[in-house]
């Protein structure tokens, strides 16, 4: 789907896509998982034994779903390190760095217009709303990221409706179009995208704790990239809460290496690590209360995708990286 | 009566080009329909004169909320004004484009809305094509029926075929905002470019703002069709400013490559609205296909003039334009020609058009070439296909829709004719 006329084009398009590079491949594989959980099942061969061996149309369509997903969140990949000068992403350099910022723009554009294709495609307008509005909560987070002003970065309240634009929305929303294109009522399309956004949630908020501890669960062993770079998340937002006065350190400016220790050092003293993982559980239990929540089903795919799903929102909370 | 509501914003309209040359004329303060400063004296069967000319002038600076002289009804050889044809309604249209660039976080709002703000539109060549043709194709702006009650239908069709205006001017901004940032420039529309004033990060953002916001406005139209059409668009934006950035010296001697990236880059957006346009209102595939390739032909042309007016500037002869493709090392079609002509004009430009010695060396075998008059004629021949388009139209008695065609045709004239 990502060959293009242009040569160059096509390898900056490809460049995440590619065998061993393609990440976790954690929102198509719950975007599927979501599509199964929902009832729509790979076809089984009829009782006359004959095999079906296509999938259904409707799981090509969920499938298209899982890709103009992915394509779309590498294409926020693809300029969030143009605006970052990134140079890695992936354990590779990243495009920007290899290719330079140029076609990584273009690269991004060029997904961004193909998922836009594969979305008019589906024939359904509501999804493509969806996806759309997805797009833009992801424009919107990068922005509110990089123009805080000091009362703002200091809000939970803001940090959380960003790191929804950021991470939930594109996946909340991929899984609301799976139950919109498989006919689902308005009730179940909710239930699928409140899982979605929990989880989205769950998942970042630990990625913050993570930050900071690493593979460890003690502090300070982690990359402490977020921190570095003056970003300012759920644990040491929590830190402030106990220590009014840490505020005032990161004001000073976390470029400057003393702050940042002086602020470790606060978040050691303080809840937040633990209050951050409490606050991501609490999401995950969200999550999963929404797939309960589903209609009964009795088949076994049914009821294993939903198994399956529950226990992404155990994994989330419990990985080390 | 069809209130128009941008009557009281007309007023403060004030359009200040700086490289803008048409003139917008803005309404007058009547509260007449749009349709009454056209019934006379304007005969109807008059068709374009020689006095194109009034209608290219240098840009002045207009004090805000300046009404501008009309320049209809000042001559009965007065040719149609396509621009002012649409004045009223492309008020509406930028209103509403302004209305919805405005989002929660401001510097995103800013930095989208750069390109919005008064004063700073640009030609919106687009948008006036896109609602000629709407009228074109027989998609009037209501009017009263005979109990004087106003035709809420019609309006909500106009009021979608306006929205394709809106999509249209969004993508070409993100696609400017985009370019800036990938070329580096200082100045777009007489200003500072946004890259430059606000950095390159929030363009790269404020243009995928902007792409997501035509996204979400194309999917509120509920035809996916169109939504094809305009995603294709974007997806040809962005090919073809691939194919000019990656050239290899085998294609960027190649006037088929130059061709089909001028396709991409210049004609696709305008040909897809246009077909849009068709689609949204119903008409045959064949209909469909003539505003498509309308738009495409007029495209081409406009970019081909814009190639020599490069070279040559307001005057006919060389080297008076501000020869920034050549001096960026992009080959456009006088001087392909040229190399046709003078097979070792190539080894100059291949040797490098960083270098100023081969820039003027290419430049002497362009005048020596016919490449200038061989584009011209190019041109010609699409503007003309273009007009022929139109004129396979479907017959339509109505005054409006005849006018807006001829305003089309017009501006298939305007379009290689004019100067800057």
Request: net charge negative.
């Amino acid at each position: 789907m990502v060959v293009a006329e242009v040569p160059k084009l096509a390898s900056a398009a490809e460049y995440f896509f590619k065998m061993g590079v393609e990440g976790k491949r954690f929102r198509p594989t719950v975007i599927l998982l979501m599509a199964t959980a929902l009832n729509v099942q790979i076809s089984k061969p009829a009782s006359e034994g004959v095999v079906d061996m296509f999938p259904t149309e409707l799981r090509m369509r969920q499938q298209s779903i899982a890709e103009i997903t992915e394509m779309i969140h590498v294409a926020s990949l693809l300029h969030d390190d143009v605006l970052d000068d990134a140079d890695t992403r992936r354990g590779i350099g990243s495009l920007n760095f290899v290719m330079g910022n140029k076609i990584s723009v273009l690269a991004g554009d060029f997904l961004l217009s193909r998922a836009c294709i594969t979305l008019a495609s589906l024939k359904n307008t509501e999804v493509v709303s969806l996806i759309a509005t997805a797009v833009e909560h992801l424009v919107t987070g990068e922005t509110m990221q990089m123009s805080t002003s000091a009362e703002q970065r200091s809000s939970m309240d803001y940090y959380l409706q960003k790191t929804y634009y950021k991470t939930a929305s594109l996946i909340s929303n991929s899984c609301k179009s799976i139950a919109l294109l498989t006919g689902q009522t308005a009730e179940v399309a909710m239930l699928a995208y409140e899982y979605g956004k929990n989880l989205g949630l769950a998942f970042q908020l630990i990625d913050d704790v993570l930050d900071f501890t690493g593979t460890s669960t003690s502090l300070g062993k982690g990359s402490l990239s977020d921190i570095r770079h003056g970003i300012v998340t759920a644990p040491m937002l929590y830190a402030m809460e106990e220590f009014p006065e840490l505020r005032s350190v990161i004001d000073k400016g976390l470029d400057n290496p003393v702050n940042v220790d002086l602020a470790l050092e606060y978040l050691g003293k303080s809840h937040g690590i633990q209050r951050t993982r409490e606050l991501a559980a609490k999401h995950a239990s969200l999550a999963s209360a929404a797939i309960e929540s589903l209609p009964e089903n009795d088949d076994e795919d049914v009821q294993r995708s939903r198994r399956a799903l529950i226990e992404l929102t155990h994994r989330v909370i419990n990985r080390t990286k | 009566m069809f209130i128009y509501r941008g009557i009281c914003r007309i007023s403060k309209t004030a359009a200040n080009y700086n490289r803008c040359r048409w003139l917008y004329s803005s309404a007058s303060h009547q509260q007449l329909s749009h349709y009454s400063r056209f019934t006379s004296p304007i005969s109807t069967s008059h068709e374009v004169l020689g006095c194109r000319v009034n209608n290219f002038l240098i840009s002045r600076p207009f004090s805000s909320g300046g009404p501008q002289p009309s320049y209809e009804g000042s001559s009965i050889n007065d040719p149609v004004d396509p621009f002012s044809l649409v004045a009223d309604e492309l008020s509406i249209v930028a209103n509403r484009l302004r209305a919805m660039v405005v989002t929660q976080v401001p510097k995103l709002a800013s930095a989208a809305e750069y390109f919005f703000k008064m004063g700073v539109e640009g030609k919106r060549f687009r948008p006036t094509v896109i609602l000629l043709m709407a009228t074109a194709l027989n998609v009037k702006i209501s009017k009263p029926t005979s109990e004087g009650v106003v035709d809420m239908f019609s309006t909500e069709l106009r009021t979608r075929l306006q929205s394709i205006a809106e999509i249209t001017e969004m993508i070409h901004v993100a696609s400017l905002l985009h370019d800036d940032v990938l070329d580096d420039a200082d100045t777009r529309r007489g200003i500072g470019s946004l890259n430059f004033v606000m950095g390159n990060k929030i363009s790269v953002l404020a243009g995928d703002f902007l792409l997501s916001r035509a996204c979400i406005t194309l999917a509120s139209l509920k035809n996916t069709e169109v939504v094809s059409l305009l995603a294709t668009a974007v997806e040809h934006l962005v090919t073809g400013e691939t194919m000019q950035m990656s050239t290899s010296s085998e294609q960027r001697s190649s006037m088929d490559y130059y061709l089909q990236k001028t396709y991409y880059k210049t004609a696709s957006l305008i040909s897809n609205s246009c077909k849009s346009i068709a689609l949204l209102t119903g008409q045959t595939a064949e209909v469909a296909t003539l505003a498509y390739e309308y738009g495409k032909n007029l495209g081409l042309a406009f970019q081909l003039i814009d190639d020599v007016l490069d070279f040559t500037g307001t005057s006919t002869s060389l080297g008076k334009g501000s020869l920034s493709d050549i001096r960026h090392g992009i080959v456009t079609a006088p001087m392909l020609y040229a190399m046709e002509e003078f097979p070792e004009l190539r080894t100059v430009v291949d040797k490098g058009l960083d270098n100023p010695e081969n820039v003027d060396l290419a430049l002497e075998y362009l005048g020596k070439s016919h490449g200038i008059q061989r584009t011209r004629e190019l041109a010609a021949k699409h503007a003309s296909l273009a007009s022929a388009a139109i004129e396979s139209l479907p017959e339509n008695d109505d005054e409006d829709v005849q006018r807006s065609r001829r305003a089309l045709i017009e501006l298939t004239h305007r379009v290689i004719n004019r100067t800057k």
